[in-house]
């Protein structure tokens, strides 16, 4: 009896020394991952940690933390909605979870990522939660940095092209449905070359944020602004009748030029030139709205500068814009089907006849083969906006042609809205 009770003890201390190893193991890993691993009962709604404190410092009284209650009080409301969505699940089988939640701190809040295993009783209620909680703050932000750049213009901060077309597209869907009407006027900064000759570049930019802000601050808060080329922006103006828009283009021409813009190059008297439609009247989709608006800017242009004008249908304007919207309906087909390609043109040497270098020109290969000259759809691409596209597009293969053979030397054309824009070659 005495040898049996000896033998036990030594087995004992190993079961207990081995469970020791373990407990410390997962100490460490969740220490060194920087995680605090938890154990929820729902029955007292009390909770065990383990693991890091990183997430527990975050509370200003972190042994509170072992109360449901207080853990609850702690996240935000989205996070709690999630966490209740776990918990109120019914299911018989155990099921994983992972959520994000913002946490107070004493510097104002953290990002925390909880996830885990939902334990389910017998009749489908939960009994526990059991899972980690880590900081991810630097993630979430990044994840909203890549959300801003890919929805707004970088310069300005107002919506990009994108994204102000989907509003767009939206904003004509509701006043169809709600018979309504709103509009969309494009405002161009006037002689925005000339402004880049005369004081730079860097001038330039700082006068296409000033413009931004002052068509920005003459919307109402429900007006929706992008920037949709180097000199442009598009303005959505909703619940707005015809008669209204002209009121509104006056009032965002005049905030432009109500006073000069200090630059680093000097002072510059900026002014605007707006065509506008009238929706849903006069376009049924946003690339139909874009277009007119377009057309009404040309028109509002050839009086000068500081002008308007309005989009009115016309059956030799409508048989243009059937053709224009043809010709970017086959641009934005060869760009995803890499069918616009170069004819490389050799310029020679008035002294030697040799070729010193290659001018691309770009073509535009059709479905059924046929080749079609730069000339025949850059002037359309350049109206609808899609010529930063095509430009973007040619400079990619350029770059891919020197890669390939880089001895020899290539000259590229990229259009005057390209060019005019100081922002476009930091891309590359």
């Not at 909605?81 to 699940?89: F, G, I, K, N, Y």
């Not at 449905?177 to 494009?186: D, M």
């Amino acid at each position: 009896m005495l040898n049996q009770t000896l033998s036990r003890q030594p087995a004992e201390s190993l079961r207990k020394l081995a469970a020791a190893h373990r407990t410390e193991r997962l100490h460490l890993a969740l220490s060194g991952a920087r995680e605090s691993a938890f154990d929820w009962t729902l029955a007292d709604d009390r909770i065990a940690w383990e693991g890091a404190q990183d997430v527990l410092a975050l509370h200003n009284d972190p042994d509170k933390l072992a109360l449901g209650d207080f853990f609850r009080a702690w996240m935000s409301e989205a996070g709690r909605e999630h966490l209740r969505q776990v918990t109120e699940d019914t299911s018989t089988t155990d099921c994983t979870f992972s959520f994000e939640f913002e946490a107070a701190s004493a510097l104002g809040s953290e990002w925390v990522e909880m996830r885990g295993v939902r334990v389910a009783g017998a009749n489908g209620m939960t009994e526990r939660l059991v899972g980690v909680l880590r900081i991810v703050s630097e993630r979430v932000r990044d994840a909203q940095r890549l959300h801003y750049l890919a929805t707004r213009d970088e310069l300005t901060g107002h919506l990009n092209r994108t994204s102000l077309r989907a509003e767009l597209s939206e904003a004509i869907e509701a006043a169809r449905a709600e018979n309504r009407s709103c509009a969309f006027l494009v405002a161009a900064i006037d002689r925005l070359a000339v402004i880049n000759e005369a004081y730079g570049f860097g001038a330039a930019d700082e006068v296409i944020v000033a413009v931004g802000e002052r068509l920005a601050g003459s919307l109402r808060g429900t007006d929706v602004i992008g920037r949709t080329a180097g000199n442009k922006f598009g303005v959505l103006v909703g619940n707005c009748s015809e008669r209204e828009i002209s009121l509104v283009a006056e009032r965002l021409r005049a905030a432009v030029r109500s006073a000069v813009i200090s630059t680093r190059g000097g002072t510059v008297a900026a002014t605007i030139s707006v065509g506008a439609v009238c929706l849903p009247a006069n376009a049924s989709s946003s690339q139909e709205a874009m277009l007119r608006a377009e057309e009404a800017l040309d028109h509002a242009r050839g009086r000068g500068r500081d002008g308007f004008a309005i989009y009115a249908k016309s059956a030799q304007r409508e048989t243009a814009r059937l053709r224009l919207m043809s010709i970017a309906d086959e641009v934005v087909a060869a760009l995803h089907e890499k069918r616009l390609v170069f004819a490389y043109q050799p310029i020679v040497s008035a002294k030697t006849r040799l070729p010193i270098h290659h001018e691309c020109l770009l073509r535009m290969l059709r479905a059924d083969g046929t080749v079609v000259s730069a000339g025949q759809f850059i002037p359309a691409a350049e109206q609808l906006g899609l010529v930063r596209l095509v430009d973007r597009h040619a400079l990619e293969m350029t770059i891919e042609k020197l890669h390939e053979n880089p001895e020899v030397h290539l000259a590229v054309n990229v259009s005057g809205t390209t060019a005019g824009d100081p922002s476009w070659l930091q891309s590359f």
